[in-house]
């Protein structure tokens, strides 16, 4: 059996890094749900990722595949050295990844993100986005 890179864990938040010492912060994670003023809009997302790499695998490749409800998917791919001076824990190493970016809002419902290490599909993180009701719609 080969044994292959996994995601160990991925989150979606306001805003993530990785510092020099591969240190990953994390701030405002755990979100579902968007609810924005008017469609289209935006959103700046960060999403936090850590991979557990066999010793001995010089890379992995992280894609990420953002799909709205409608419209173009957005894809980001990302070759992950494995630190040369990193320490193993029980044979594996842990390298974080942090990306941040805007994402395009352009309809109301379910946006995805489907995140694969090495080419297996591993995870999918949701989040849902609604148009603020404004005053006048919630009167009857």
């Known amino acids: 059996m080969i044994n292959l890179a996994r995601l160990q864990y991925a989150l979606l938040a306001e805003f993530a890094r990785v510092d020099a010492g591969g240190l990953l912060t994390v701030v405002g994670a755990g979100f579902d749900r968007v609810v924005v003023p008017t469609l289209p809009s935006q959103q700046s997302v960060g999403l936090a990722l850590r ?23 957005l894809r980001v791919e990302s070759l992950l050295p494995t630190p040369p001076d990193a320490k193993p824990h029980l044979g594996l190493i842990g390298v974080p990844l942090a990306i941040n970016l805007t994402v395009p809002l352009i309809a109301a419902g379910v946006y995805r993100w489907s995140i694969a290490i090495d080419g297996e599909e591993e995870h999918a993180i949701t989040f849902e986005v609604e148009e603020q009701e404004s005053p006048q719609q919630g009167r009857s």
């Open 51 to 73: 991979l557990l790499v066999p010793e001995g695998q010089a890379e992995s490749v992280a894609t990420l595949l953002f799909r709205p409800p409608e419209g173009p998917h």
